[in-house]
Every structure is written in structure tokens, then in C-alpha cells.
């Protein structure tokens, strides 16, 4: 996962929600026959190089329909009535389709979903929080460094790197093992939070 640094507005996600500051996000896709859309959709993938905002997986060379744009705080919340998370430029990253396009028979789910797909399924099974800043890491705000963590792969210890300090925690492996590449990451305690910055991670299976 790598630090999102996305491309300051105005565009035109951020026009419509200056001019339709009630509006939701499905209002927006249907704006402009749906070219608007279209237009931020490629704008997002290209902020991040084509890459998956969670696991990297080259997304921008696939076709449309495994592009799927991610509001990372939920974009039904709310509970605050001058907050609209579907249209904040700032909310919205570009990931892949989670392994719902796989062999079922080969690799059955839900135990091979990842990234927003696995989000998703954790929250419909009440097991994760929409509200889930405090338990997965937002690639938007994570620190611009080449490895947030150190993996002992004999004891499975990991280590962040800022403060050499051993987090224990359950690990959570967000890239389908099909891929060959399997990240694990730590679910920390909440004490670390303040002192590696957004590093909290979703339950692990």
C-alpha cells in the first residue's frame, strides 16, 4: 500500500458538489451521461498510477468494469449536515474488484475477497463498523514511506519502522493467496495510534 497523493481540485467532482452540495454520489454518475463519472474515475487511477489503492494490483490497464471507485469514509453517513462524503474529492479512491471476478470453485468466498470487497463483507456481517477509520489503513493518509512495517516471518512479529516498536496484533492478509502475494498486516491497539500515524487495520478472518 502506498501513500495516495491525489491531484488538488477544481475538477469535476468537486464543480458538482459545489453546485449540488445535497446531491449523492449516484446523482453524480448519472451527470453528463455518465462522462463526468467516466472522467473522475480516470483522474483517481491516474493519481495512483493504475494501482490498486490496497494492494497495488495493476487496475488501470483492465477494462472499466474492474475499476471500481471506493469511498473510503462511507459515503451514506449522514449524521453530519454539512458534511457530503459521497462528493468529497477527498474521500474517493480507485481500487480493484476484490476477487469477486474469481473461480468460485477455485477459490471460494468469502475467504478469498480483498480490499473493499472484504471491507464490505466484514460490515455486512456486522463485524466491522462503516464508520471504520479506526480499524483499516487509509491509503490517503498513511506516511509517505517505502514500508510502513517489518514482517518476522518466523514468528510473524511485525515492526513499524518510525518507532522500532513491536505491535502484536492479529494479522489480516488483504491480497487473495491466488495472487502469490499475500500482505500481512497488524491489527494495533489503539495506543499506537497517535504514534505511527493511520496504521489500524480490519479484524483478521
Given at each position: 500500500m502506498k501513500k495516495i497523493n491525489k491531484t488538488p481540485g477544481p475538477n469535476v467532482l468537486t464543480d458538482f458538489a459545489d453546485e449540488n452540495p445535497s446531491k449523492r454520489w449516484e446523482d453524480f454518475k448519472d451527470e453528463n451521461g455518465g462522462n463526468d463519472y467516466r472522467t473522475i474515475r480516470q483522474q483517481i487511477f491516474n493519481d495512483q498510477g493504475g494501482l490498486c489503492a490496497y494492494?497495488?494490483?495493476?487496475?488501470?490497464?483492465?477494462?472499466?468494469?474492474?475499476?471500481?471507485?471506493?469511498?473510503?469514509?462511507?459515503?451514506?453517513?449522514?449524521?453530519?449536515?454539512?458534511?457530503?462524503?459521497?462528493?468529497?474529492?477527498?474521500?474517493?479512491?480507485?481500487?480493484?474488484?476484490g476477487g469477486n471476478d474469481a473461480n468460485?470453485?477455485?477459490?471460494?468466498?468469502p475467504a478469498n475477497l480483498s480490499c473493499d470487497s472484504y471491507k464490505n463483507y466484514l460490515i455486512s456481517k456486522k463485524r466491522l463498523s462503516e464508520?471504520?477509520?479506526?480499524?483499516?489503513?487509509?491509503?490517503?493518509?498513511?506516511?509517505?514511506?517505502?514500508?510502513?512495517?517489518?514482517?518476522?516471518?518466523?514468528?510473524?512479529?511485525?515492526?513499524?519502522?518510525?518507532?522500532?516498536?513491536?505491535?502484536?496484533?492479529?494479522p489480516l492478509h488483504t491480497i487473495p493467496k491466488r495472487r502469490g502475494n499475500?500482505?500481512?498486516?497488524?491489527?494495533?491497539?489503539?495506543?499506537?495510534?497517535?504514534?505511527?500515524?493511520?496504521?489500524?487495520?480490519?479484524?483478521a478472518r
Open positions: 494492494c497495488e494490483t495493476k487496475v488501470g490497464v483492465l477494462s472499466p468494469h474492474k475499476q471500481r471507485v471506493e469511498h473510503f469514509h462511507p459515503k451514506s453517513d449522514d449524521s453530519n449536515s454539512t458534511k457530503n462524503w459521497g462528493l468529497d474529492w477527498n474521500n474517493v479512491i480507485g481500487v480493484c474488484i468460485k470453485d477455485q477459490h471460494p468466498l464508520q471504520c477509520e479506526d480499524h483499516l489503513l487509509n491509503p490517503l493518509k498513511i506516511l509517505a514511506t517505502p514500508s510502513l512495517f517489518e514482517l518476522d516471518k518466523k514468528t510473524f512479529r511485525v515492526f513499524c519502522h518510525r518507532r522500532k516498536g513491536n505491535h502484536k496484533g492479529l499475500p500482505l500481512w498486516l497488524p491489527r494495533l491497539p489503539l495506543k499506537y495510534q497517535k504514534i505511527c500515524g493511520s496504521v489500524l487495520t480490519m479484524p
